[in-house]
């Protein structure tokens, strides 16, 4: 079947503009990860949707990045007036229960964005 | 502070050599994961485990609870085993998923 797929695979943009990331689950997988992996640094989590629960926020570096998840399937993560310290690979993960201390994660390809 | 700390940062070997890398924590964990994230790829996930000791094919992983402390062993090696190996841990609480800063392998024909 289908994994997890992400789009877009490249953004470019400029300092101050805001982008949107969004990252397709594998259908049926209720719990959803994203993470942020920076140019030779280690992967760092940054928020956890667990079916219609509230979602865990507490790896957002600032109040500029948010994320959504729409019925419980698709999500969006939005950084508003982007600085260049937010280039970074943007992965996005699913797990079919609750997550890595039950499940195996899938990982998406990432989104690659950098600001300019 | 890191969670996790692996070892080595980097590891040559040549194929056919038996490779150990390892992993050490400072949480107490529901779970430890090992991925492997190949050049310009994707994450793929090897293994979870929160206790024992679990093989697929070429690949072992061992974790030790009391020591805090896993190891991913890979038997004769190849050159396709290149890429950066990631230890994660899942804490008992929150959420979060900590993650080493990786072990990347290169298997020289």
């Known amino acids: 079947g289908a994994g997890v797929s992400q789009s877009p695979s490249n953004k470019v943009t400029e300092k101050g503009k805001d982008v949107e990331l969004r990252c397709d689950p594998i259908s049926g997988h209720t719990a959803l990860y994203w993470y942020r992996q920076s140019l030779g640094q280690g992967l760092e989590f940054l928020i956890y949707?667990?079916?219609?629960?509230?979602?865990?926020k507490s790896g957002l570096p600032s109040d500029r990045f948010s994320a959504e998840r729409t019925g419980g399937s698709v999500s969006t993560l939005t950084i508003q007036r982007t600085q260049q310290e937010d280039s970074a690979v943007y992965l996005c993960?699913?797990?079919?229960?609750?997550?890595?201390?039950?499940?195996?994660?899938?990982f998406g390809p990432g989104t690659r964005l950098t600001v300019l | 502070k890191n969670e996790v700390e692996q070892s080595p940062q980097n590891l040559t070997a040549q194929e056919g050599e038996f490779i150990t890398i390892n992993c050490s924590y400072s949480v107490g964990i529901s779970a430890l994961h090992w991925l492997q994230q190949h050049p310009g790829g994707g994450i793929v996930s090897l293994f979870m485990?929160?206790?024992g000791k679990k093989k697929h094919g070429r690949l072992i992983a061992t974790i030790n609870i009391q020591e805090k402390h896993s190891s991913l062993h890979i038997t004769a090696s190849h050159p396709r085993d290149s890429a950066v190996y990631i230890c994660?841990?899942?804490?008992?609480?929150?959420?979060?998923?900590?993650f080493g800063t990786g072990t990347s392998l290169t298997v020289i024909p």
């Open positions: 949707f667990q079916g219609n629960s509230a979602p865990d």
């Open positions: 994660a841990v899942s804490p008992n609480t929150g959420n979060q998923f900590y």
């Open positions: 485990l929160s206790s």
């Open positions: 993960a699913s797990s079919p229960l609750r997550g890595p201390s039950t499940d195996t994660q899938y």
